[in-house]
Each structure stands twice: as structure tokens, then as C-alpha cells.
């Protein structure tokens, strides 16, 4: 599986606008001001996930996982996976049609 952007294959992989050798992540007019179709707005679960985020996590249950996965103990359990699956997909459409 790959990742990436389709469209930068698109567009002879170009990548993001850089003023003065530094990648800005900005797009500008020749005015030098922000366009409106650079401008971000976050929903509110966005917002919240965001600032609930503590930057922590478990070092020991990440390395136990680590040794399961390298060791070939690791078990995936699918029929979890698909009940959050289907649990998420049907929170999404609420929220589109609420």
C-alpha cells in the first residue's frame, strides 16, 4: 500500500510553495497577504481532540506491543475491528445528517 497524494503525480510532483529555501505551507498572493483558500477552520471534535491531547503515551504497553509484533505473538482481534469500524462509520453519518 502506498501513501501519498495522487495529485502530486498529477502535477509532475511538485511540492509545497517555498519562500527564501524554506518550505512556509502558505499559499500567497502577490500582495504577499493569505488567500481565503488557505485558510483553515477546524470542526469542533477536531478542536477537542486537539486540546485534550497530552502528548503522553504508554512507553511500556507501546514496547510490549513492539516485542508481541516482532516475536510473532501478536494477536489481531477482527471482530473488534470492525465493531469500531462500523461504530465510527455511523457516528460520521449521524453527524452529517444532524
Known amino acids: ?4 497524494n495522487p495529485l502530486d503525480k498529477a502535477v509532475g510532483g511538485l511540492g509545497p510553495r517555498t519562500e527564501g529555501g524554506s518550505t512556509t505551507g502558505k499559499t ?3 500582495s504577499g497577504s493569505v ?3 488557505a485558510k483553515v477552520t477546524l470542526s469542533n471534535v477536531a478542536s477537542g481532540l486537539i486540546s485534550a ?5 504508554d512507553a ?3 514496547s510490549s506491543v513492539k516485542n ?5 505473538t501478536y494477536q ?3 471482530e473488534v475491528i470492525a465493531d469500531k469500524l462500523i461504530t465510527n462509520a455511523k457516528e460520521l453519518l449521524q453527524g452529517k445528517q444532524g
Open 28 to 30: 500567497s498572493s502577490a
Open 1 to 4: 500500500m502506498k501513501i501519498g
Open 53 to 57: 491531547a497530552d502528548g503522553s503515551f
Open 68 to 72: 508481541a509484533i516482532d516475536s510473532g
Open 60 to 62: 511500556d504497553k507501546v
Open 35 to 37: 488567500s481565503e483558500s
Open 76 to 78: 489481531v482481534n477482527p
